[in-house]
């Protein structure tokens, strides 16, 4: 259980709550919010260093820097509590309009527009927890139940070591790899061995795509997709990115 008396912050910082999409479902301690520092004067070093620039750890070092609370690590936190925390550091420094370039696919033009960062909302989120915090769903074609988790962050990060690690030869275990770590049971069964064997060897193409895509679509997350009209009067609909160029702008870094 979070224990708030455990926290102790220098007074003499300025910080806010920040609340997690992920509403805590990936970490030991549930939580849900996060204490964020604001940006200062001090955080421009970071911000404009050539070194953090080149080794693309910037975003690292400024959530190091105002990510003050002390029971959770950041390293660990899911990338959806990252964009989270980014996206409020950005409107109390700088305000919440965004611009971006954009290119107009019937004139196959560039173009700039501003987003609005303070209209994004978190997804809703109603998939109801087992006591072992894990999440029900019935595989459509082979009619088998299954529990599972959402991937966690050393999940993923293992998962891009195998992709960088890959010698080319043949195609690297992505997609099974992703569904050893997330399904946990399958008919019941909680032996990793069988559910290997199970998503080797038995589990249809086509349970193994739906399930993803319920995966996916189900996920805590942020919206991050707006609807932008074009030049040439078209309406598209874009996904805000993220990383050092999120902050760039107001750096006169190219």
Do not use: C
């Amino acid at each position: 259980m979070y224990n708030m008396e455990e926290q102790r912050i220098d007074p003499s910082i300025s910080y806010d709550i920040v609340e997690l999409p992920s509403r805590g479902i990936h970490y030991p301690n549930k939580k849900k919010v996060i204490k964020v520092a604001y940006l200062t004067a001090a955080d421009e070093d970071i911000l404009a260093n050539e070194n953090f620039l080149k080794n693309n750890i910037t975003v690292d070092e400024i959530l190091k820097r105002k990510v003050i609370d002390k029971d959770i690590n950041v390293d660990d936190l899911v990338e959806e509590d990252r964009r989270a925390i980014l996206i409020f550091l950005r409107n109390t420094a700088f305000g919440g309009n965004y611009t971006v370039t954009l290119i107009d696919p019937k004139t196959e033009q560039p173009f700039k527009t501003v987003v609005n960062l303070e209209h994004i909302k978190m997804k809703d989120f109603n998939l109801v927890e087992t006591p072992e915090g894990e999440y029900k769903y019935t595989l459509p074609k082979s009619n088998v139940d299954i529990t599972f988790k959402f991937l966690n962050k050393s999940q993923e990060n293992e998962i891009e070591k195998i992709k960088e690690s890959w010698n080319g030869i043949g195609a690297p275990p992505i997609v099974t790899k992703q569904l050893e770590f997330m399904i946990k049971t399958v008919g019941g069964i909680r032996d990793m061995m069988q559910i290997r064997s199970f998503i080797i060897d038995k589990m249809p193409i086509t349970d193994s795509q739906d399930f993803r895509k319920f995966v996916k679509e189900n996920k805590p997350n942020i919206d991050l997709t707006q609807n932008i009209t074009t030049p040439s009067g078209e309406v598209i609909q874009v996904e805000i990115g993220f990383g050092v160029e999120f902050f760039r702008p107001f750096y006169g870094l190219s």
